[in-house]
């Protein structure tokens, strides 16, 4: 469904991506994981056309994305810190998602309900505490019913209740066959989620394995006992 080829992005003189390729199919749940300043972030902007990569290509369902911006309607992005007009209230906002959007799409509330959004309709978005503004955002990633959904740290604030429902969306969608590509640093979050994991740091990509062959090879059933033994064997 995405394929990123040989990528390699710098700002200045810091490669925040070096050479990084990776194919991501449907009804995948992929584990971006790293230390802060890997690069998960920049990869995941690259592949929403909101980073040009220096060099190397990516594809979207066969077609280079380069100046072929459409294909972000079938993404739903969750990004890392939602920014909305400050004085607009929730409901307003979410109007204004699906005033912008093809309206013709069947809409996918679940979110909004799972998360009783509609008390919260009138409230405005400055005066959000950060887990009520990253609910917004998570409502809105799922909203449009994409085939893909890239979530940028999507439980970071989220409390336990929310977070287990965000997790059972994510799972559920990924049964009907999307790609689900999740970056986080709260690894047991991602325990019964994820299908495959793939580890940057320094921009590299450092392994890309399925959780069930990185289960076998580890002997570990937690992520992040599995993860922990890896980077202990890879060091020199
Ligand atoms: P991660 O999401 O893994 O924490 P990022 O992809 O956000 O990492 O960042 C990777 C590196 O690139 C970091 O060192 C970060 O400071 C740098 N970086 C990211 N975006 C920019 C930018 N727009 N300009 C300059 N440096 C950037
Ligand atoms: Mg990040």
Known sequence: MIIASNITKQFGKLKALDNVSTICNKGECIALIGPNGSGKTTLI?????????????????GHNILHHYTYRTDIGYMPQIGRYPDNMAIGQVLDMMKDIRDTTAILDEDLVTAFSLQKLFNKRMRTLSGGTTQKVSAAIAFLFNPSVLILDEPTAGLDPIAAEVLKEKIISEKDKGKLVLITSHILSDLDDLVTRVIYMQDGKLLFNKSISVLREDTGESKLSKAIARVMKNTMP
Do not use: E, H, R
Request: glycine share 12%; with cysteine.
């Open 45 to 61: 902007k690259c592949i929403l056309g909101m980073v040009v990569p220096d060099s190397g290509f990516i594809t979207f369902k």
